[in-house]
């Protein structure tokens, strides 16, 4: 089986650099472009599946290819959604840190492990994109090529759930426009590229 993974384009949220986990915030002009070129990358891969989050993001990044091809079904998996924010949705850091000073300190200092009011905890959205991603694997098959639209956090659990454990959950970086690859035999990673 092969996954191949690919952020959501650019939102306007993404521009002003605010958080926005579950908001639903579309894709803005730079991002419909990423969705075109992403399009154009893919299509001769021939994904037999589209995956996308319940977030319009992801959709409006899958329409291109869904245009192109447009016999290939598409599932959503809400599971592989982004981390939930909460309050801080919608908010930069300094408006967070002006509002919830205590918090942001406190998660500033332990993100992975401290969790504010009303955000989702790390724990429980690394077990979350686990339950999507073996629901995934498990309604697939070996000869499936199934393009997934997913989120930067939720790449980043793929990743460290798949091809390495051990990597800084920070430190991985999914551009848009670009795809990354993963081919997987028996729900194990045998060979990965990343951003292409």
């Known amino acids: ?6 952020r959501h384009g650019e939102t306007n949220y993404n521009r002003l650099k605010k958080f926005y986990g579950t908001a639903d915030v579309s894709l803005d002009e730079k991002g419909n472009g990423q969705a075109q070129v992403l399009a154009e990358k893919v299509k001769g891969l021939h994904p037999t599946l589209f995956v996308r989050t319940n977030l319009q993001r992801t959709g409006q990044t899958i329409n291109p ?3 192109i091809l447009p016999t290939v079904p598409t599932i959503i998996v809400p599971d592989l959604a982004e981390k939930g924010f909460g309050n801080w949705e919608g908010l930069d850091a300094n408006e967070i840190e002006a509002r919830y ?3 942001w300190e406190r998660w500033l200092k332990a993100p992975l492990t401290y ?7 790390f724990s429980h ?27 930067l956090g939720s790449l980043r ?3 460290q759930e798949l091809v390495d454990s051990k990597a800084d959950f920070y430190s991985l970086d999914f551009k848009a426009s670009c795809y990354s690859i993963v081919d997987l035999k028996n729900h194990n990673a045998y060979r990965w590229k990343i951003n292409i």
């Open 101 to 103: 000073p205590k918090d």
């Open 115 to 121: 969790t504010p009011s009303t955000v989702e905890s």
């Open 125 to 151: 959205f690394k077990q979350r994109v686990h339950r999507g991603l073996q629901w995934l694997l498990n309604h697939t098959t070996e000869s499936d090529v199934a393009f997934v639209v997913a989120h």
């Open 1 to 6: 089986m092969k996954l191949i993974l690919a």
């Open 157 to 159: 659990l793929i990743y």
């Open 65 to 67: 290819i869904k245009k």
